[in-house]
């Protein structure tokens, strides 16, 4: 059985209690509950606080640029099909540089768990709006207020039929370990949108501000795309968290294993006679 | 030089079937035994505008196209009117009877007598051609068979039977006109274009990855692999963007795969962000970039060689890179295998930079020798000295790549400035044994250039200097020069790194040198002055989105010379 502790303790470079930490730790469990070592999985990230999870868990890693965390994933996983690749970025980095990987990454469908560290502000640079921030939040960078509509990450992937799609709470840690372990035996792609405080930088949504309105569904039938639709516009005084909406549908194909693949040299030699 | 050789311009609009009768004429002469280059020219449309496909024809081996037209195939009324001035003496033309062709030397096709309904006239056209160039009828009638075979008997004799009487048809006809080759002895050749010449080379490498986001004329690059590559095992995928295209196949590459990527100028643009990432993350790629006159959209179907500075100085920071600029098939295929051992050897983005001309020109080729091919190096897949270090600094910059999920050793990629383990660092000391351990591996690949080819007398009175495909209009150029002065040509197939000590002395022995180039600015010409300090004030460029062709350069020299 692999322990919590092979995947090893580091230094961060998160602000004290940041919500980070219990996402790292419950990604730990998760992965160790599954039996699974260091070096049976990858994680792919971009760039931002977030985003340097991997460089605090021991494992394969692929710590790529802002936003460009998917393609990565999902090239890592057109060769190697066999390995678990977890994708770890924050709201910045996989909705808004990222945004048109997102869409296509779950149109295309490959079995991918993304663990979104959504803390509707940009940390790393200092507290600007970010893809999910609402629309009036006051920053520096917005000083009259944002003036675009948050993005709704869980009701765009429920409308686009995603294959799995989840919202979780760093302050849950049993919920969010028990998600992403779902998630992750989910085949196919598979979102967990993961709410976390900003404690730097977003003074708007705290800790306090999630605690209060978050829930964790218990009656809800994931399976029912029209109640998910319903749910997933539920963000305001009351926000729920579970996995909302969930189909089975087909995975995006593959071979084997690219590193060991050859071409047989009669077969080349064919190829080239087509073009006699 | 091509004293026999033949110009055959099929003319049209898109969607009228020119490229289709093209390529099977051009396939019909490659199996008759003779040489042939293909030149098209096409506009940014689906349906309608204006289109040539020009197949030059000859007893010996072509190096590029031609301007003056022996054979003007016109398939609307409007090629007559743009082309027929570039008929030469002594030329045919070939039209249906419905276009005015009065007054000329003409094989006014009776489409409506020889083919039961329209679907078929291209049909008709291709044995008017064929007959024309005096191809077998056996070999047209065989490549018919394999085009239309899937379409079922009724189909093929259908077609048969409209070539056969169109065929026949041109030997009552009363034209002056005459074609009559010699084949060559190397029967069995390809006939292929740069972009099938490029895939067919990288599948001869074990590339079995290409990610892509369509854009002409790079496309064909990727339509290859897939074609030929993906029934043997390759992987594929048209993603959302270049962007995702680069990102994909970096990601690929670091889990195993043997990647490429191709597009052209506009669609590289958004790849550079990730060409950085290659070469920080020391991931080998091969990246194709077929040129297009820009900028921005540009001339979208037509040829340019102005995306050099965009190649070479690609990228935010500091990365080792080679740069192959292919001036046949041959080169296509060959400098892309090529690339992908020096993409695994250095760790690092390896470059093709064709162009359109190049990529849509079709020409016969002696089969590519498989069995001779070198080795290409592969990553390893198991670790057993001790702790694994993705970065480990090395006296040749480059460290141990181990495949992820082979062993029990961890594989850390980073974007960042690292630490030999991949642990992020902004210390001083770290960055500088990072950066220059990189850059140490441009050692390797400068040990490893390839250098220019010398053709012609030495010490010349001038010297033409050129890159890629530009080289055929030089020869050419060289040999058809009936002035006083003495020629010679230097061709570069790699454009970067640029070893001195390979060319200088070339450069300083000839009286002038002429820098010939596909572009408005002699981006090559500076390069050389940036490498060697070696100044080429001459030159002749040509940026009308148009091939470089011998009359061309011809004329430049009469201006300099």
């Not at chain 1, 931002?48 to 394969?60: D, E, S, T």
């Not at chain 2, 009228?16 to 002469?29: C, M, N, P, R």
């Not at chain 2, 054979?71 to 009117?81: K, Q, S, V």
């Not at chain 2, 300090?533 to 004329?555: H, N, S």
Request: hydrophobic share 40%; proline share 5%.
């Amino acid at each position: 059985m692999v322990s919590i502790e092979e995947y090893g303790e580091f230094e961060t470079a998160w602000c004290p209690g940041c919500g980070n930490f219990s996402i790292i730790k419950s990604l730990k469990q998760a992965l160790a509950e599954q039996d699974l070592a260091p070096h049976d999985i990858i994680i792919s990230s971009g760039i931002g606080q977030a985003a340097k999870l991997p460089h605090y868990i021991r494992c394969n890693m692929f710590n790529g640029l802002h936003g460009r965390s998917l393609p990565v994933a999902q090239g890592i996983k057109m060769a190697n099909p066999e390995m678990p690749v977890i994708v770890t970025s924050g709201d910045g980095c996989s909705y808004g540089e990222g945004g048109n990987h997102f869409l296509a990454a779950i149109r295309r469908n490959m079995d991918l768990t993304v663990l979104v560290h959504d803390n509707q502000i940009y940390g790393l640079t200092k507290g600007q709006a970010s893809p999910t921030s609402a629309r009036g939040h006051v920053t520096k960078a917005q000083p009259e207020g944002n003036r675009s509509d948050g993005f709704n990450p869980v009701a765009t992937t429920v409308a686009m039929r995603a294959s799995f799609v989840a919202r979780a709470f760093s302050g849950e840690p049993e919920h969010l370990v028990a998600t992403i372990k779902e998630a992750m035996a989910h085949k196919g792609f598979s979102l967990v949108d993961i709410l976390q405080p900003c404690v730097s930088f977003n003074k708007v949504n705290t800790f306090a501000w999630y605690k209060e309105r978050t829930y964790i569904l218990e009656d809800h039938d994931p399976t029912d795309w029209a109640a998910a639709m319903t749910l997933s516009e539920e963000f305001d005084d009351r926000i729920p968290l579970g996995v909302i909406y969930r189909e089975d549908k087909p995975v995006f194909g593959h071979g084997g294993r690219l590193a060991e693949h050859g071409y047989d040299k009669n077969d080349l030699k064919a190829v080239l006679q087509s073009y006699t | 030089m091509p004293e026999k050789s033949i110009n055959i311009v099929i003319g049209g609009a898109a969607g009228q079937g020119l490229v289709t009768i093209g390529q099977l004429l051009s396939k019909a002469i490659t199996r008759a035994g003779h040489h042939l280059l293909v030149t098209q020219r096409y506009m940014s449309r689906v349906r309608g505008g204006h289109n040539t496909y020009a197949i030059r024809m000859g007893e010996e081996d072509l190096l590029g196209g031609t301007e003056s037209i022996d054979i003007l195939a016109a398939l609307n009324a409007e090629t007559l009117e743009k082309h027929l001035d570039e008929v030469g003496e002594g030329g045919l033309v070939v039209a249906g009877a419905d276009l005015d062709t009065e007054g000329l030397n003409a094989l006014r096709i009776p489409y409506k007598e020889l083919s039961p309904k329209p679907l078929f006239y291209n049909t008709a056209m291709l044995g008017v051609l064929g007959r024309a160039v005096n191809i077998d009828l056996s070999i047209l009638e065989e490549l018919l068979k394999q085009t239309f075979g899937k379409k079922g008997d009724e189909v093929v004799e259908a077609n048969l039977e409209v070539l056969r009487k169109a065929y026949a048809w041109v030997s009552d006809q009363d034209h002056d006109f005459f074609c009559d080759f010699k084949s060559n002895d190397s029967k069995g050749r390809m006939m292929l274009n740069g972009n099938e010449a490029i895939g067919l080379g990288a599948l001869a490498a074990g590339c079995n990855f290409v990610s892509f986001y369509p854009m002409t004329p790079s496309t064909g690059v990727a339509m290859t692999l897939i074609a030929k590559g993906a029934p043997l095992g390759l992987q594929y995928e048209q993603v959302e963007d270049e962007i995702a295209a680069m990102n994909m196949a970096i990601g690929a590459s670091y889990a195993g795969a043997r990647a490429l990527v191709t597009t052209s100028g506009g669609g590289f643009a958004l790849m550079e962000e990730a060409v950085s990432l290659a070469g920080v993350s020391e991931t080998p790629l091969v990246c194709v970039v077929v040129q297009r006159p820009g900028p921005a959209t540009g001339l979208p179907t037509r040829t340019e060689q102005a995306d050099l500075n965009l190649v070479l100085y690609s990228g935010h920071g500091e990365l080792p890179r080679a740069i192959f600029a292919p001036a046949t098939p041959e080169d296509c295929f060959y400098l892309t295998h090529r690339a992908f051992d020096l993409a695994e050897t250095y760790q690092t983005p390896i470059f093709i930079l064709s162009e359109q001309y190049l990529a849509d020109s079709y020409r016969d080729v002696e089969p590519f020798n498989l069995d001779d091919l070198p080795e290409v190096a592969g990553p390893l897949l198991e670790w057993k000295e001790g702790e694994y270090k993705r970065y480990a600094v090395t006296d040749d910059g480059i460290s141990p790549r181990l495949i992820p999920g082979f062993s029990e050793a961890l594989v850390r990629a980073d974007s960042h400035t690292h630490e030999e383990n991949s642990k992020i660092s902004e210390d001083k000391t770290v960055r500088v044994a990072q950066n220059s351990k990189r850059l140490r591996k441009e050692s390797g690949l400068f040990e490893e250039v390839i250098g220019p080819d010398y053709y012609g007398t030495d010490n010349p009175d001038a010297l033409l200097v050129c890159w890629g495909p530009t080289l055929g209009a030089c020869l050419e150029a060289m040999d058809r020069y009936d002035g006083d002065k003495s020629l010679a040509v230097l061709h570069f197939k790699q454009v970067y790194p640029l070893r001195e000590e390979q060319f200088l002395d070339y450069l300083e022995d000839a009286d002038r040198v002429i820098d010939v180039e596909g572009n408005a600015t002699a981006q090559f010409a500076q390069l050389i002055a940036r490498e060697t300090g070696f100044m080429m004030p001459d030159r002749i460029l040509r940026y009308d989105g148009r091939a470089m062709t011998w009359e061309y350069v011809l004329k430049g020299l009469s201006d300099i010379l």
